[in-house]
Nanobody
């Protein structure tokens, strides 16, 4: 049973930074992806960044050069470092997991999501 628990959201001013964390458990398979999605009010959920077990990474164009995804396997934790935040980054951010996935496939609905953490940029 996969569990994903996010933390690190909050309120920042435009240009500020936040680091999201996601503690994972129950992931034992190989060839999986761990990523971040977000959903703003009135909009569909969209992919932000993802990485696979081979270390490949894929970013949404809107966050390239500003966001960095990383993973600490020993701590079973996924991170999203968000720099130069903009008002359009306002959203609830979700940690996500997918089976039999490679990052180059891009974004599509994943199998598992956390409860989400709110990011507000003003």
């Amino acid at each position: 049973h996969v569990q994903l628990v996010e933390s690190g959201g909050g309120s920042v001013q435009t240009g500020g930074s936040l680091r999201l964390s996601c503690i994972t458990s129950g992931i034992h398979e190989r060839h999986t992806c761990l990523g971040w999605f977000r959903q703003a009010p009135g909009k569909e959920r969209e992919g932000v960044a993802t990485l696979d077990t081979n270390g490949a990474i894929f970013y949404a164009d809107s966050v390239k050069g500003r966001f960095t995804i990383s993973r600490d396997s020993a701590k079973q934790t996924l991170y999203l470092q968000m720099d130069n935040l903009r008002p359009e980054d306002n959203a609830t951010y979700y940690c996500a997991h997918e089976y039999l996935c490679t990052a180059v496939q891009g974004f599509y609905p994943y199998s598992d999501y956390g409860q989400g953490t709110q990011v507000t940029v003003s």
